[in-house]
């Protein structure tokens, strides 16, 4: 799993000339930070005097950004893998009218699941920046850029991910489907521009 | 090193209530993924039928990315460290005015280190915008979109490292090295918006 490779080899392979992993892993891996960094700064709230209204809210952020980090962590592998499977479609058999159909509806929903994974990422992203809002606002003032810097992250996840949405959206034969698909990378791209933008205000200085 | 830790062992330790560790390592990080994916799209041309012509430019570009990738992982640690080191600063004793102008100038010393550090960083992040430029414009296509999430990863790895830049400057006593920092912190957040927006001009879709 991609999760266990070193921060070196990670980067090393993604210089590689292999087409996977991609920008959809290393979107996966900037959500993981991201969440991560918003678990700090609610790690470094817990307990802590001066904060004990927050201590609960806390806790309960720093759990959920556990089960977050641990989904972008998966999800590095899974958009790895749902795009080897595009490519292994492209290598089925057409020689007969049958093989070429086959092929071309295994493509199709290859390429649908390819867009489908990288939206969860970004939808998942998407969701972070509430907490780093919550944790700047009311966590460990000490720590507040690393909120911030969560919020960085968050948006470069969010908007790397919808790249992938789109390339495979736009190889869709199904216009429905493929103008749903384009209806919430449009939205998504707003939200996140927007609150990373409301994020990083609260400690403009 | 920080570097040799899994991906999900690196994200576990920035979740920890450790303060080090934090968001200067995590911007580091992001300035390796960027460098990495530009890297990817060289790699993915050179070689590649159609692209004669860039080859030697992408050979180029692929190995000044390799020394890039490089600077940014060792900068995970020398950020953390650079931090921990204005940490045991002020663990340093006060009984005797000796001692206190003594640690003073050590908390000082230690900040403006703290505050060098993640500048190289922002610095060095903000040199990939135009890479990524070239490798969109000149490289594989079907790869153009690894170019944009370097773009999206640069920015959020300068604009993060410069929260640290921000936060240890803020701190010094003396005007003229504050002066000068926040002067480059403004010059350097300008262009990291301006630069990411241009990349992602090129493959709007």
Chains 1, 2 share one sequence.
Do not use: H
């Not at 005097?49 to 590095?76: H, K, N, P, Q």
């Not at 493929?178 to 609150?195: I, M, S, T």
């Not at 994020?199 to 200085?205: D, G, H, Q």
């Amino acid at each position: 799993m991609l999760k266990e490779l070193t921060i070196d080899q990670f980067t090393e392979t993604l210089a590689s000339d292999s087409p996977v992993p991609g920008g959809g892993s290393a979107a996966a891996m900037a959500g993981a930070t991201a969440a991560s960094l918003v678990a700090m700064v609610a790690s470094l709230t817990v307990e802590k005097t001066g904060y004990e209204e927050s201590w609960d809210e806390m806790s309960g952020i720093r759990e959920e950004m556990e089960a977050v980090r641990v989904f972008f962590l998966d999800s590095m592998d899974r958009d790895a893998d749902s795009y080897a499977e595009v490519i292994d479609c492209f290598k089925l058999p057409k020689n007969t009218d049958e093989e070429k159909a086959c092929r071309v509806k295994a493509i199709q929903d290859a390429l649908y699941e390819a867009a489908i994974v990288p939206l969860s990422i970004a939808e998942k992203g998407a969701d972070i920046f509430d907490y780093a809002r919550i944790v700047i606002e009311k966590g460990n003032k000490n720590a507040s850029s690393d909120g911030a810097v969560a919020a960085l992250m968050a948006r470069a996840s969010v908007k790397g991910a919808l790249y992938n949405v789109k390339i495979n959206a736009a190889s869709l034969k199904d216009p429905d489907r493929k103008a749903e698909l384009l209806q919430k990378v449009e939205d998504l791209e707003r939200k996140a521009d927007d609150a990373e933008g409301e994020v990083l205000k609260l400690l403009e200085f």
